[in-house]
C-alpha cells in the first residue's frame, strides 16, 4: 500500500472518529440587528452536542473584521426592546443565560454565566467561520433562547466595562 493510500485511510478515519463525536445538530439562522429591529440575514450557525459540550460553526458573513463578544441570551428574540427609555437592538433577548445565578462574566469554561461563548473570530472580508466550544453547555440548554454577536470584543470579565465590553449587539438569531 502506497504511502497517498494509508494517507487517505488514515484521514478516512479520522472524519469517522470525530463524527462518532456529534449527537445532535441544529441550524440558526442570523440576522443583522438595529434599534430599529431584525434586518437582513447573513448566515447560520451549526450548533452540535459533542462529548465536549456544544460546538457553535459560523457560516456568517458581512460582519466588521476582528474579534467579537458571542453569547447565549436568555430569550428567544432578537426584536428590539426598551432599555432605559430608548429603543435598543435585540434588547428583547434579555441577559446572558445565567441559571445557577452566577451574576457575573467569566471565560466559557469558568464560573460566570453559562451563556458565556468563546468570542467569534471576523476576518478581514467579513466573514465567521471558526467554530468555537462551550463546554459547559448541553443541547438541552439552548432550546428557545438567542444567540448574539457583540459590536466589540470581549475580555470576558466585568471590568473596566460590564459584560466583557462587547457593547451593542449587531447580530441575532433564535434557536429553535
Not at 438595529?34 to 460553526?57: F, H, M, P, Q, R
Not at 435598543?88 to 469554561?109: F, I, L, N, Q
Not at 463546554?135 to 466583557?164: F, T, V, W
Request: net charge negative.
Amino acid at each position: 500500500m502506497s504511502f497517498a493510500n494509508t494517507s487517505k485511510i488514515f484521514i478516512a478515519g479520522i472524519g469517522i472518529f470525530f463524527t462518532g463525536l456529534t449527537y445532535a445538530e441544529v441550524q440558526v439562522p442570523m440576522f443583522k440587528v438595529s434599534d430599529n429591529g431584525i434586518e437582513k440575514e447573513i448566515g447560520n450557525i451549526v450548533i452540535s452536542e459533542t462529548d465536549y459540550g456544544v460546538t457553535l460553526t459560523p457560516a456568517l458573513k458581512d460582519l466588521p473584521p476582528g474579534m467579537h463578544g458571542f453569547h447565549l441570551h436568555q430569550n428567544p428574540s432578537c426584536e428590539s426592546a426598551e432599555k432605559e427609555g430608548k429603543k435598543t437592538a435585540a434588547h428583547a433577548a434579555g441577559s446572558h443565560y445565567d441559571p445557577k445565578k452566577a451574576e457575573k462574566h467569566h471565560v466559557p469554561w469558568g464560573d460566570g454565566h453559562e451563556g458565556d461563548l468563546p468570542a467569534l473570530f471576523v476576518d478581514e472580508k467579513g466573514n465567521a467561520l471558526q467554530p468555537v466550544l462551550a463546554p459547559r453547555l448541553k443541547m438541552s440548554d439552548l432550546k428557545s433562547r438567542s444567540l448574539m454577536i457583540h459590536a466589540g470584543s470581549d475580555n470576558y470579565s466585568d471590568q473596566p466595562a460590564p459584560l466583557g465590553g462587547g457593547g451593542a449587539r449587531i447580530a441575532c438569531g433564535v434557536i429553535p
